[in-house]
């Protein structure tokens, strides 16, 4: 089944167009289907992308912790005890559109 990760960060401030760069820079990871980069407030981005299946996110951790520690610089501490990340995932149960 299909699944997604969603992860919210900070970037310390004027750090924003960095953020945007090294995400641009970044190789593609195998077993994702999409990827994108939202800014979803002052100095908030949410990156969400699309998987094969679980077993493939889980297996691209090591990459996309690689990655993460690219940005880690970068990142401010979201506060109580979340670290630089904020991450879900899951199954897609629906798709509509």
Known sequence: MT???????RVKPGMEAEYIRIHEEMPPIA????FSLVKS???S????AEWDSMATMAAARPA??????KLRP???DLGG???VTEP????????MG
């Open 41 to 43: 407030g002052e100095r």
């Open 81 to 83: 005890g979340r670290g």
């Open 88 to 95: 879900w995932s899951g199954e897609i149960v629906l798709r």
């Open 3 to 9: 699944a997604m990760n969603v992860v919210h960060m």
């Open 64 to 69: 996309m912790i690689a990655n993460l520690d």
């Open 45 to 48: 981005f949410i990156v969400v």
């Open 74 to 76: 970068i990142l401010e």
């Open 31 to 34: 077993g994702a289907r999409s």
